[in-house]
């Protein structure tokens, strides 16, 4: 999302970090497009996490890490659905706990099929849990 606050971004970035811990880094190459880095893309296109096959160069699942204040239509009508329809790998969208249900309803709205994993922050935005479908 373009217009992040300072803090929601520091915390987009810091769900990516933790996010690739919890991944299987043993079958599979991750690559990650925190803030504004372009490190690994898809085409035009970078997801925040881009998982591929080890020694393989196609995506076989792609996730993107919102916020609260990014779980939105706009989202989900540029962004979310480019990634859905356009690139051909399993396509997670992480977020908030709180923001799941309406994640979902987004998606159903705009005609998507998403994969769901959740995380929970503390005040400060110390990533406590992520969970994966």
């Not at 299987?24 to 085409?43: E, H």
């Amino acid at each position: 999302m373009k217009n992040r606050t300072h803090d929601s971004q520091l915390i987009h970035d810091n769900v990516i970090r933790e996010a690739v811990k919890h991944l299987n880094q043993t079958d599979f190459d991750i690559y990650t497009n925190p803030g504004s880095l372009k490190n690994a893309g898809i085409g035009d296109k970078y997801p925040d996490i881009i998982m591929a096959k080890k020694g393989e160069k196609t995506a076989k699942f792609i996730i993107e890490v919102e916020t609260a204040d990014s779980v939105n239509i706009t989202e989900a009508n540029s962004q979310w659905k480019q990634y859905a329809m356009e690139i051909n790998a399993s396509f997670y969208l992480l977020v908030p706990e709180g923001s799941k249900q309406n994640a979902i309803n987004l998606c159903n709205q705009v005609g998507i099929s998403a994969r769901f994993a959740t995380y929970r922050t503390d005040s400060v935005g110390n990533v406590l849990q992520i969970n994966f479908e």
